[in-house]
């Protein structure tokens, strides 16, 4: 049995925001890291800062 369910306009969709510190480790796993004057930023401004 499926649900089907009508979304609204005015129903807001979440963005999956991660958490700085572990935002941190996962680019250790991956042998990357923020420069220093990164420090304090938010995701969203470092997107937009290394957007190509």
């Given at each position: 049995m499926t649900t089907k369910t009508a979304k609204t306009s005015n129903q807001q969709k979440t963005k999956f925001l991660p958490d700085m510190d572990n935002f941190k480790v996962s680019l250790s796993y991956e042998g990357l890291t923020l420069k220093t004057n990164?420090?304090?930023?938010s995701i969203a401004e470092l997107k937009r800062k290394y957007a190509r």
């Amino acid at each position: 049995m499926t649900t089907k369910t009508a979304k609204t306009s005015n129903q807001q969709k979440t963005k999956f925001l991660p958490d700085m510190d572990n935002f941190k480790v996962s680019l250790s796993y991956e042998g990357l890291t923020l420069k220093t004057n990164s420090e304090g930023k938010s995701i969203a401004e470092l997107k937009r800062k290394y957007a190509r």
